[in-house]
Structures are given as structure tokens and as C-alpha cells.
């Protein structure tokens, strides 16, 4: 019998709550624009329903992906690579929580459902089935399943998107290459043994670290245009464009002379980044 631990190990938790850090501040931001009362309900039905189909959706992936998790080191210990939750198993425990995720968000709107299953198709076939294995630009198109619960948060409290919305899912967009391809020139052996083409290992470091320089700097745009056109404070800007133009002079920095070991400072950076840009888009809202 699989132990508890398991199953939250095949829904990846630290990535999973910074999604939902994203899913919330979205939220937030559009009852706000939209002037719509907090009603605990609908945001606990949308929250449940957001996180059951992103949890769904890491287990799924995790399944898929167990033959060349078995082949790295980062991921061989992983709850279905190690034999500690076998594959079916993996699959119904991630089909029984997208179906309950995705069954709840179409009791709070269409445009919700219609997200987490945006999601679903981007993270699993186009991504994982589709570019993962084949092709070096798997996460330009695979990313767009990454800003799904930022659009999940805004089109359930907003029943609508539009350009802020928009500019807050493409933060996140812009900031993917940096998420990722950092964490595979630190792991670049392991993609390598699992045959996986990550652009860093196709084009190289330096090129793949100028590639990041130029989303990053595209993220910083955006996170100050976004200050225009939603109800954002003064402290939003300031901090987001603060925070974000440190990353970009370390990305810099780093495509001037990468090296592996500086890669997973890079990647952790990132997390801290995305965190600390949503965190006051959280603050900038509330206090506005
Ligand atoms: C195509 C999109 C994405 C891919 C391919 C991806 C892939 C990964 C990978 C490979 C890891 C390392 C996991 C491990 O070693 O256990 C990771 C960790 C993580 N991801 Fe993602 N991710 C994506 C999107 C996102 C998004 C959109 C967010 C948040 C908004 C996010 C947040 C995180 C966090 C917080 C971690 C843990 C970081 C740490 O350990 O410090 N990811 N992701
Ligand atoms: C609304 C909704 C359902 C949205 C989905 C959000 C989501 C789960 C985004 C993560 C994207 C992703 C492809 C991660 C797995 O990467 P990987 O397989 O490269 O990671 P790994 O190597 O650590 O397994």
C-alpha cells in the first residue's frame, strides 16, 4: 500500500502552492478592477477546484514521465521511477482529482472550467506528450500551462479576461525560460542521460543564458506596464521593478560567465523572483 507521503511527492507541493500564490493574487486583482464583493464560497469553490486540477495534473505528468524520471538523478527517487506508487495507480489518483477539480469549477463558472482544462491540454499533451522529449522550445509552448491558474484565479472572480489579465499570466510566461533552463544546465547530465532536449543543452549555456536575459527583460516590462492598467499600488511598482531588474543584472551577469554550479543559484533566484513579484501584486491590491 502506498504511504501518504506519496501521493503528495506525485503533485510536486513547492511547485504547486507557488502556482497557487499566482491563482489567489489573480483572484484578488479582479474582484478588485471589478469592484465584486469577497464572498469566502466562491473563492473556497475556486481555490478547491484550482488546486485539485493542478494537483491532477503534476500526477499525470509524473506518470507519463516515470520511464525517464527512472534515468535521472534528481527525479529516480520519485514515488513511481522507485516503486513506491505504481504507474495505474499514479494515473487514477491524478485523473480522480483533475475530474473533481474541473467538475467544481464548472459549478463557479464556464470560463474556469474552460482554464484547468486549458491546462491540462498544455501541461499534458502539448507539453509532456507532444515537445518535452522532441523538442528544445518545449517550455515556450508548455508554458503556457504554467500561467493556467493565474488565469483560473481571474476569470472565476472576473467571469471575464482581459489585458490585465492577460499581462499577469505573461509574467509568468516570461519568466518560465529562466525557471527551467537554469535547473537543466545545473542537471545538464541528467537531461542528457533522458535524452530530453532542453535549449541549453542544444545551443549551449551562454546562449541559452542571453536567451533568458531577453524573457527577463521583456518580464521587467511587463510587470511595470501592469502597475497602468490594473488597481495596483505605488508599492507594486517599486517592488516588482525592483526586484526583477536585480534578476535581470544577475542574468546578466551570469550569461557574461555561466557555469553549472551558479545555474542552481540562478534557479532557486527565480522561484524567489515570481514569489516576491506576486506577493506585492498581493500587497499592492489590498492596500491600494
Ligand atoms: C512549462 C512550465 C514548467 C515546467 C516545465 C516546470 C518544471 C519544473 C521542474 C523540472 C522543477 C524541479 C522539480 C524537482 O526537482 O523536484 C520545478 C520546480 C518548481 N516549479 Fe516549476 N515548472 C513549470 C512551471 C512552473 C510555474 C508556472 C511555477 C510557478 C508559478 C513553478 C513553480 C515551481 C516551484 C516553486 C518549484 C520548486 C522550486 C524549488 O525547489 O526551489 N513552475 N518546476
Ligand atoms: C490549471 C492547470 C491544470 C494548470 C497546470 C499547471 C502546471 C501543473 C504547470 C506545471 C507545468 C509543467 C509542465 C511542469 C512539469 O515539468 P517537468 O515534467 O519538466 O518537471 P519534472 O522534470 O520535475 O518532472
Redesign the pocket.
Known sequence: MPDARSFLEVI?P??T???M??CVVAYTIALKLYQKPFLPSHFAATFTATILAVAGTTALNMWLDSDIDALMC??RHRPVPSGRLSPVGCALYGLVLFVAGFGLGLLVNAYLALVLLLGLFF?IIV?TIML?RKSPY??VL??L???M?CLAGWTAAAGRIELAGILAAAI?LL??PA??WY?SMYFEEDYRNARIPMLPLVVGMERASWAIVLSVAFMLVTVAVLFFVAPLSVLYFVTSTAVVSYFLYRAVKFALSPSREKAKQM??LA?IT??VVYLSMLIGTISG
Open positions: 510536486k513547492k511547485q502552492t507557488l502556482l500564490v499566482t534528481r527525479t501541461d507539453y518535452k518545449s517550455i508548455g508554458g500551462a504554467g500561467a491558474p509568468i519568466w518560465i525557471h527551467i535547473l534557479y532557486k522561484s515570481l514569489g
